[in-house]
Structure formats: C-alpha cells, structure tokens
Antibody
Framework: QVNLLQSGAALVKPGASVKLSCKASGYTFTDYYIHWVKQSHGKSLEWIGYINPNSGYTNYNEKFKSKATLTVDKSTNTAYMELSRLTSEDSATYYC??????WGQGVMVTVSS | DIVLTQSPALAVSLGQRATISCRASQSVSISRYNLMHWYQQKPGQQPKLLIYRASNLASGIPARFSGSGSGTDFTLTINPVQADDIATYYCQQSRESNTFGAGTKLELK
C-alpha cells in the first residue's frame, strides 16, 4: 500500500536551515509528483510547491520560492525539502503528499533559540 | 491567487445531513473539469482526500460523502453524519496553482 514516511520533528535555531525527508513506498515513485504543504498551528493549508521525481522539475508557490528547495533521490524513493533562513514564521507542520491523494504523517518544525 | 471562502463552522446532529460550502473568487472549472477537491482533517492527523474534481469519491471513502458544484460554487454533503465525521473540512482548487480554503469545522449540535 502507498506510504509516505516523513522524518521526525525538528527544533532549529533562527537563521538556520533544515532538510525534511519523505520516503515513498508502495507505488512507482517516478510516476507521480510530490507536493509539499505547510500548516501553521491551528491554521489552514498552504501549498509550497511540487517536484517531478522523474525529471527533477520543480514548481513553487511564489511565496516560498526563496524559502524552500525541493529535491529527490530516485535511488531511495525519497523526496526532500530544505527550508532556509528560518524564522518563527516557519514554525509549522509540513506535509509531503503524492498528488494530494496520499499524505505523509507530517513533521513539526519549531524555530526557537 | 484564487481565494476560497468557507464558513468557519457548522453544527449538525448525528444522523442528519451536513452541507459544507466553498466559494471561489473566480471559476475553477476548465471545460468539463471542475478542479475543486475536498479533504477531511482530524486533530493531529494529516488531511485525507474525500472528493476530487468536485464530485468523484476518493478510494475507500464512504458513500455518505458526496460533492457537487461547478464554476465558483461547490458543496460537500455528508448524509447521514456519523460521530467519526466530526473534523475540519477543507476545499482546494487546482485551476491556478493550488490554494486551500480556511476550513469548516463540523461540530455536534
């Protein structure tokens, strides 16, 4: 069955970067885009962008273009999202999703000194 | 950006019908495709796809969930509401980029 397993919660200092992972299984990894979605505490969902695992092509929400970098490792069926120059506004739960039909369990990122 | 507007909350009795609406700031339909989708999210869980392209039931979703609408106005219906359906429901459009509504919290009356 399809499963997206995300890395564990992260506590990071302001100004630092963090790289989140999303390991896919149960389907052909290169056949579906991986999207990333942000959910601030108690708030709605924001689409960050997607990556085509086959070609590496990426498409970002304008708001996150200088914040997020999406990559994949086809050898391990893993997608990554790196968030840079973190501030308190980046504290949130981040989800990876296979075309919005299957979602990872989410990873909470807390930015605090 | 296409803005999606949802009512913040809806109170319903168990066994009754719940109708959750979502209005888009511009049409999210292309030809015969209505690019509006619905998700259920319970506290501490990831969103779950319920309905895709306005009216198509996602795999494994009970038939008491249904969706309708076109253009700018869409509806998610749950009939009858069961206790397990108490959650927050989000609409999402994929006509232009991807945006989500603010969510409607389904509560028991």
């Amino acid at each position: 069955q399809v499963n997206l397993l995300q890395s564990g919660a992260a506590l990071v200092k302001p100004g630092a970067s963090v790289k989140l992972s999303c390991k896919a299984s149960g389907y052909t990894f290169t056949d579906y885009y991986i999207h990333w979605v942000k959910q601030s505490h108690g708030k709605s969902l924001e689409w960050i962008g997607y990556i085509n695992p086959n070609s590496g092509y990426t498409n970002y929400n304008e708001k996150f273009k200088s914040k997020a970098t999406l990559t994949v490792d086809k050898s391990t069926n893993t997608a990554y999202m790196e968030l840079s120059r973190l501030t308190s506004e980046d504290s949130a739960t981040y989800y990876c999703t296979k075309g919005f039909d299957y979602w990872g369990q989410g990873v909470m990122v807390t930015v605090s000194s | 950006d296409i803005v999606l507007t949802q009512s913040p909350a809806l109170a319903v009795s168990l066994g009754q019908r719940a109708t959750i609406s979502c209005r888009a700031s511009q049409s999210v339909s292309i030809s015969r495709y209505n690019l509006m989708h619905w998700y259920q999210q319970k506290p501490g869980q990831q969103p779950k796809l319920l309905i895709y392209r306005a009216s198509n039931l996602a795999s494994g979703i009970p038939a008491r969930f249904s969706g309708s609408g076109s253009g700018t106005d869409f509806t998610l219906t749950i009939n009858p509401v069961q206790a397990d359906d108490i959650a927050t429901y989000y609409c999402q459009q994929s006509r232009e980029s991807n945006t989500f509504g603010a969510g409607t919290k389904l509560e028991l009356k």
